[in-house]
């Protein structure tokens, strides 16, 4: 199961208020960067901003690079030449140069030779093709897919597939997740990779999974040590036959367990803190609550339920 | 059909970008009052904004009052002995009394008799009991509930019931409406105005409105000649069987009309300077849209699809 969020578990989200509801618990840990916002340089290219970086990273490792980066006016960007290049491949080999400097420096760890588009929007080309490692210290808004696996039971009631992770998995080992979730390629469709990630995470065959709706999006601004992770996840609902059972098909996840909605509903309710690995991984929470928002779990008798629903989608941030 | 949107249909609307996509310009047109919110003085009450009035109204009207108005610092507040009055009713009466002046001097027109709470949040009790027409030279935030009226066909495609409101309705008189929609009054939950509303409107019998799921809520905030309106709408989904046939009860709606849902969507996709009367009420469009996105009609390959999530619940003003 590839990973949409990137970085230990718990990492510097521990001041999250303890008096919060259950469901909006969540979504302050996830958008734990939304109040620093304007600590960090934005970085922008050609004036549009697409990501945000670390002003002490800034200064002590980009600036050493001029050729590639321009760090004043408090924002960082791109040496003009670079932004004036019409070549997309070159622009990025460019500055591919510095970033590779800065993985030897031992400064970017976790190299992983995949190139992640920098966008202006989703539905813009890229402007730069960055190494996904380096990626996160700019802030770039990154897209992904979750699935919400559920079964409608004959006696009327609702269960949900939910997986657990594998305890190998650098991100997240051990915690709660969905059924198929992935990371966003560049050059494929939201729709295309969840068949995709289907049958490669859950063993779900293509003509069930073409079966998904896509039924909107959620989004967050996470903070972790090395900076923002600005999220954007398109939601789908996969409604399952009751009699079928997902495999774990690539050793990404331990294994699959299926519950009532209710059940479900208490997980959500669980505070990291206090059940650790027996809570959905963080950004997962999200997903599943805007799940119970639109099938009528969450109503308007839960209290905070439009603070819940504005959190679920932060203003600008989902673009 | 009790209206959530009070004055006339297509007033100051006019300038909606013609380049926008067709779902696009339902937002811009209900949310043309977004991008003149600082040309209005937020109305606080104990330091939290729950309105905006128009400077010019203030000046003329507002400030004649200073036993119940103080504008200054760019803000309209109660006076502070009402602001500090304990008892609502005595608050309220006393603002009232401008209120009636105003009216008197034909200046708020359209009395109704009918008390608005003026809120600062959904969920907390009111500060202030206004009344309705009077209101919304305020600005003040206003809820109601729209409720989805669909069908599951055998041949596993979907139909939604449209009505037509009445020609002799005040407000968009003749436009085309949801099967049930209503202000939300103060002192009933959401979930039971809909109940008492699908009774009151198409006929739906307490048993069946009862399975009316909440599935989110979408807000905007239009600009009118008298100044801001700004709701938020509980949308609700209600799956209808087959054989179910509503009926016009209260003389507000000439007739009901069910369609499939791929024509209610080229429904929304008309622009009212083309088609007239043949396009729903304003805000009636975003709760479809937010319908067709919850249900997959409108999916990623949606050019704009995020633009369009984002805009059906524009960040502070849902709260």
């Not at 079964?151 to 051990?174: H, I, L, Q, Y």
């Not at 309710?269 to 690995?277: L, T």
Request: proline share 6%; hydrophobic share 35%; net charge negative.
């Amino acid at each position: 199961m590839a990973s949409t969020v990137v970085g230990a578990s718990g990492d510097s989200r521990d001041d999250v208020d303890p008096a919060l509801s259950p469901f909006m618990y969540w979504i302050a840990r996830c958008n734990n960067g939304l109040a620093n916002l304007d600590t960090y340089a934005p970085f922008r290219f050609q004036g549009t901003t697409v990501g945000y970086v670390d002003r002490t990273f800034a200064v002590d490792h980009l600036e050493r690079f001029p050729d590639a980066f321009v760090c004043d006016g408090g924002e960082v960007r791109l040496q003009q030449c670079l932004e004036d290049m019409k070549d997309l491949e070159e622009r990025s080999c460019a500055v591919q140069q510095a970033l590779l400097r800065l993985r030897d420096e031992g400064v970017i760890t976790g190299w992983r030779d995949e190139l992640y588009p920098v966008l202006t929007s989703f539905e813009a080309p890229p402007v730069l093709l960055m190494e996904r490692a380096a990626s996160v210290y700019f802030g770039i808004k990154a897209y992904g897919v979750h699935v919400n696996g559920y079964v409608e039971r004959e006696d009327g009631g609702m269960d949900m597939w939910v997986a657990r992770r594998a305890k190998s998995k650098p991100t997240w080992p051990g915690r709660l997740d969905h059924i198929v979730a992935g990371g966003q390629p560049h050059g494929i469709s939201p729709t295309d990779n969840v068949v995709k990630e289907c049958g490669e995470e859950a063993g779900i065959a293509k003509e069930l999974a073409e079966k998904a709706v896509p039924v909107g999006a959620v989004s967050y601004c996470s903070e972790y040590s090395y900076g923002l992770k600005r999220d954007v996840l398109f939601c789908y609902d996969l409604k399952l036959p009751d009699e079928f059972v997902p495999v774990a098909v690539d050793g990404e996840v331990d294994d699959f367990c299926r519950m009532p909605v209710e059940r479900v509903v208490d997980v959500v309710k669980r505070r990291v803190e206090e059940h650790g690995n027996d809570t959905y991984k963080d950004n997962c929470n999200l997903v599943v609550i805007d799940f119970l928002v639109r099938h009528g779990f969450i109503g308007p008798e839960t209290p905070g339920y439009l603070d819940i629903i504005r959190g679920l989608r932060p203003g600008q941030e989902l673009c």
